[in-house]
């Protein structure tokens, strides 16, 4: 049986625990806070019932210090390991969002 390759939003709720284990905070109301993000949008986002949007994984990946990469497209390592590159990559995603919209 093939591996299961994990969505961005299951990428994002396990690197905001990480985050929150690495700094010792257990509470989401925490998280949100010094993630600089609305409470109740994490708190959906945490249980299951909102995804993400891009704005807010470009926020975790700058705040904790993910790759966009491991986050968005399920590749590489966990953490940013080239900040050019990472730098290159939320321009990109920032175009496709504008483009979107």
Known sequence: M??????????????????MADNDIVHIKDAARKLKIGY???YKIMHG????????????CEKAGFSANWLLLN??????NDQENM???FAEIKDIKSKLK
Do not use: D
């Not at 019932?49 to 975790?60: A, D, E, Y």
């Open 2 to 19: 093939p591996k299961k390759v994990r969505t961005y939003q299951e990428n994002f709720i396990a690197g905001v625990k990480h985050w």
């Open 40 to 42: 109740m949008a994490l």
């Open 49 to 60: 019932v909102n995804g993400p949007s891009v704005s807010m994984c470009i926020l975790l």
């Open 75 to 80: 590749k590489g390592e966990i953490s940013m």
């Open 87 to 89: 730098t290159k990559l």
